[in-house]
């Protein structure tokens, strides 16, 4: 259904939209799939996924940064993540946007708070920072970034996503870091990426599977589709790819059930938990990728 994706991408962009609902708070069933507003609440929501062995990567939810006070506001908001994770003994590490660290303010100025950010997380036990991807206008950006900072620290990754004709090359320039594979989430034109999702997600396989037998570093595999999740179950088995090497990975508030499911069967597991005040353009991207999504509001309106 292009139009409705279209629809609600359009909103996920629209800055008015945006900024109204942050006033408004997470609403229309966004509060199934963010977290909570603040980091007392979340923090609170990975201890209870910890006890089921389910490790957790904190999204600070912030779009249309556009000064570089916002920017720097937002690097302070994940270093603080960073030291409560650390102090209240959770598994659990950060994925930041460049975007929110001033990518498109000046390129420079992002890969400082980048850097500072790593420089922090060494002082908190060396946490993870997965750097995830955006629109492709902000690949170059983000990759030029990573590879500055690849050599210098070892607990830095980032996102592949499937859609997107070169995502082989791309992940091949980095066979040695940790990375996330995904379909991938933004509108992306017939120049740079597959249209269909036959086409997205046979590359999807094919990354996974090249991935796999190529790389050591760990690999993230991130998808609520079972046809890929049972395919990815198998060709380890084949191939005697060790768990350790890889791990599932899903969205807070979707298919919470199998996600147990499989971090009960012994897989590595990690959720995303996206919190903060500004939800309106993650719901929409999730409500463009699985109109069925759209349930999520409807179970809000009733239960009230
Ligand atoms: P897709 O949406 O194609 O669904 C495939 C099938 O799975 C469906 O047809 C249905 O059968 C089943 N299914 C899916 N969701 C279901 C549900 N809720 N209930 C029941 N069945 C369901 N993107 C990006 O561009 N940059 C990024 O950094 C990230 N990061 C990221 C992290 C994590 C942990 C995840 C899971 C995803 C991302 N994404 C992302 C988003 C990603 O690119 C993609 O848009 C979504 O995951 C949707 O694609 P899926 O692979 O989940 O399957």
Same mark, same amino acid.
């Given at each position: 259904?292009?139009?409705?994706?279209?629809?609600?991408?359009?909103?996920?962009?629209?800055? &008015?939209?945006?900024?109204?609902?942050?006033?408004?708070?997470?609403?229309?069933?966004?509060?199934?799939?963010?977290?909570?507003?603040?980091?007392?609440?979340?923090?609170?929501?990975?201890?209870?996924?910890?006890?089921?062995?389910?490790?957790? *990567?904190?999204?600070?939810?912030?779009?249309?940064?556009?000064?570089?006070?916002?920017?720097?506001?937002?690097?302070?908001?994940? %270093?603080?993540?960073?030291? $409560?994770?650390?102090?209240?003994?959770?598994?659990?590490?950060?994925?930041?946007?460049?975007?929110?660290?001033?990518?498109?303010?000046?390129?420079?100025?992002?890969?400082?708070?980048?850097?500072?950010?790593?420089?922090?997380?060494?002082?908190?036990?060396?946490?993870?920072?997965?750097?995830?991807?955006?629109?492709?206008?902000?690949?170059?950006?983000?990759?030029?970034?990573?590879?500055?900072?690849?050599?210098?620290?070892?607990?830095?990754?980032?996102?592949?996503?499937?859609?997107?004709?070169?995502?082989?090359?791309?992940?091949?320039?980095?066979?040695? %870091? $940790?990375?996330?594979?995904?379909?991938?989430?933004?509108?992306?034109?017939?120049?740079?990426?597959?249209? *269909?999702?036959?086409?997205?997600?046979?590359?999807?396989?094919?990354?996974?599977?090249? $991935?796999?037998?190529?790389?050591?570093?760990?690999?993230?595999?991130?998808?609520?589709?079972?046809?890929?999740?049972?395919?990815?179950?198998?060709?380890?088995?084949?191939?005697?790819?060790?768990?350790?090497? &890889?791990?599932?990975?899903?969205?807070?508030?979707?298919?919470?059930?199998?996600?147990?499911?499989?971090?009960?069967?012994?897989?590595?597991? *990690?959720?995303?938990?996206?919190?903060?005040?500004?939800? &309106?353009?993650?719901?929409? $991207?999730?409500?463009?990728?699985?109109?069925?999504?759209?349930?999520?509001?409807?179970?809000?309106?009733?239960?009230?």
């Amino acid at each position: 259904m292009p139009v409705v994706k279209d629809f609600f991408i359009a909103l996920s962009n629209n800055k &008015f939209m945006n900024e109204s609902a942050k006033k408004m708070g997470p609403a229309l069933g966004a509060k199934k799939v963010v977290a909570g507003v603040d980091i007392d609440s979340t923090i609170d929501t990975v201890e209870r996924l910890n006890m089921r062995g389910i490790s957790c *990567t904190l999204d600070n939810l912030g779009e249309f940064v556009t000064t570089r006070h916002e920017a720097l506001e937002a690097q302070q908001n994940i %270093v603080e993540i960073m030291r $409560r994770n650390y102090n209240a003994n959770i598994d659990a590490h950060v994925s930041i946007k460049l975007t929110q660290l001033g990518i498109n303010i000046d390129k420079e100025f992002a890969y400082k708070n980048t850097r500072e950010i790593l420089l922090k997380a060494h002082e908190y036990g060396n946490t993870f920072v997965n750097i995830d991807a955006e629109k492709y206008e902000d690949l170059v950006g983000i990759t030029e970034t990573l590879d500055r900072l690849k050599g210098e620290f070892k607990n830095v990754g980032t996102v592949i996503q499937a859609y997107l004709y070169d995502a082989m090359n791309i992940m091949n320039k980095y066979q040695d %870091v $940790r990375l996330r594979l995904v379909k991938g989430a933004y509108k992306e034109g017939p120049n740079v990426a597959f249209q *269909t999702k036959e086409e997205i997600d046979s590359n999807y396989i094919k990354l996974i599977e090249h $991935r796999l037998l190529t790389s050591n570093a760990f690999t993230s595999i991130a998808t609520h589709d079972h046809n890929i999740i049972n395919h990815v179950k198998q060709f380890v088995k084949d191939h005697h790819i060790s768990n350790d090497q &890889f791990e599932f990975q899903m969205l807070y508030g979707f298919r919470t059930d199998y996600a147990y499911e499989l971090a009960g069967e012994g897989y590595n597991f *990690t959720m995303y938990v996206p919190f903060g005040e500004d939800w &309106f353009g993650y719901f929409m $991207r999730r409500l463009a990728e699985r109109p069925q999504n759209l349930n999520l509001i409807l179970l809000d309106i009733f239960n009230k």
